[in-house]
């Protein structure tokens, strides 16, 4: 029996099971055999969004999913599926009041990574032990070398994979809204890399530690660093380049969200819905893994009504991804233009103020995409949905977490929800970005499927 296979483990709910894949999308077969037979009525899809190891994400779907059998209906049978796939969560982003104690990075331990996050670099980046070990090294010593920063730069984009120009494939999941791109191509094509790899690495780096002023900064971040200004010393820019490091790290993790959602969990969904037509599914993903399910709906044949709901935690991707024509450029839609209508319910936006990774990084990272922003300004252009919901959807309400669980909310299409009044704790840099285990947000989960009692 494959790990995939094993009972609910450490979950408090069942019946419970988890899909894995791969980065390529792949899904393991004793996974998807495991969720197949699952006995329910409707069927709970949590996609995680970042991660350090198997153990967390199996706690996050245990703390999320906790309040959700004491909310539903006598005739709902409820069915739990956690999707694993590889991504990354440096320890000194905390989730409020799931980390355990000593779990995060010691505050004061500055620029230097930590012991848990260089294992997840090497999980995350196989094979590329020199190559992190060095990383590690610089960050570490700090030195005030412009030469080091150009090294360190160099082994970024190696690491991210943007030094190779690789072929894509027709239907490669490309967003115009978040990457600047032209829509998918047949036949070979040089993937568009993001500024923020190609600018100079001290402008870049510069820029990066300003936004963990911004933000907030730890205890020996660069806010705490004596004498800190745009102009200061070379050693308080190795702030900003564990920023980059960290970015690099959401660059991969954006690639494969959108992969293993279309070419995984999308085609995984169809088939089990071809062969139970009766079961209703409900999508639910935090931060990338937003994205996950988000392109999923690609996969989701013309007609079909098997999904029921998706809830959107935080959703770190374009608030322009479900628009038929971006407000910039009238020719294009978003990534996912109509694919709401491939719900047979509501999508949910949930997004909240307080969360510093979607409000600061996000626009300041597309900022540097190297493409003007014209007359929006690039924090309007550049916004994550986790940020301040939908936009550009004609017609799309939105609602406050209590107006939404007072009063319900509508039966199809885009919905923005403020959630702030939950999703508000968190240290820096990533803000409330992963608070997101409330009763609250399992009671909005179960409006939208329209499983409530």
């Not at 230097?112 to 190559?131: H, M, N, Q, S, Y």
């Not at 885009?414 to 947000?441: F, K, M, N, Y």
Request: with cysteine; net charge negative; proline share 7%.
């Amino acid at each position: 029996m494959s790990d995939a296979m094993a009972s609910s483990g450490g979950i408090g709910v069942g019946p419970y099971a988890e899909l894995t894949f791969d980065a390529d999308g792949d899904v393991d077969q004793g996974a998807q055999d495991a969720v197949a037979a699952l006995e329910a009525t409707d069927l709970l899809v949590f996609a995680h969004g970042w991660n350090s190891d198997r153990s967390t994400s199996t706690r996050l779907f245990d703390r999320f999913y906790a309040p959700f059998p004491g909310l539903v209906g006598p005739g709902v049978r409820l069915g739990y599926v956690g999707v694993v796939w590889p991504s990354i969560r440096f320890s000194d982003e905390p989730i409020p009041d799931f980390d355990p104690h000593g779990a995060l990075a010691e505050p004061g331990h500055g620029t230097a990574l930590d012991p848990a996050t260089l294992r997840a670099l090497g999980e995350f980046w196989p094979g590329r032990v020199a190559e992190l070990d060095r990383v590690a090294e610089l960050l570490e010593d700090r030195p005030e070398s412009a030469a080091a920063f150009t090294e360190f730069g160099a082994l970024v984009r190696e690491l991210a994979g943007v030094d190779v120009v690789d072929a894509g494939e027709a239907g490669d999941p490309v967003d115009p809204a978040d990457a600047a791109v032209a829509a998918a191509v047949t036949g070979p094509v040089v993937r568009d890399v993001p500024a923020i790899f190609t600018l100079d690495v001290l402008e870049v780096c510069r820029a990066l530690t300003a936004g963990l002023a911004e933000a907030g900064a730890p205890d020996g971040g660069a806010a705490a660093e004596p004498g800190f200004a745009l102009g200061g010393g070379l050693r308080t820019l190795w702030n900003g380049a564990k920023e980059l490091l960290r970015q690099a790290t959401y660059y991969q993790m954006k690639r494969r969200a959108g992969v293993v959602g279309e070419r995984g969990l999308g085609p995984v969904l169809a088939e089990l819905a071809g062969r139970r037509p009766a079961l209703r599914i409900h999508l639910i993903g935090h931060s990338f893994g937003a994205r996950v399910v988000s392109f999923s709906l690609r996969a989701v044949p013309d007609g079909a009504r098997y999904v029921k709901s998706a809830t959107l935690l935080q959703g770190a991707f374009s608030h322009y991804a479900f628009a038929d024509r971006l407000p910039h450029d009238k020719g294009s839609g978003g990534a996912l233009h109509g694919m709401q209508r491939r719900v047979d319910g509501p999508v949910l936006a949930c997004h909240s103020p307080y969360d510093s990774a979607l409000k600061v990084f996000y626009p300041l990272a597309s900022r540097m995409a190297g493409d003007s922003a014209g007359l929006l300004g690039f924090d309007e252009r550049w916004g994550a949905i986790g940020h301040d919901g939908v936009q550009a959807v004609p017609g799309a309400p939105r609602l406050t977490l209590d107006a939404a669980l007072r009063a319900g909310v509508p039966e199809a299409g885009c919905v923005s929800v403020d959630t702030g009044s939950v999703v508000r704790r968190g240290g820096p840099p990533s803000g409330a970005h992963s608070d997101i285990c409330h009763e609250e947000l399992a009671r909005l989960v179960v409006a939208a499927g329209r499983m409530g009692r």
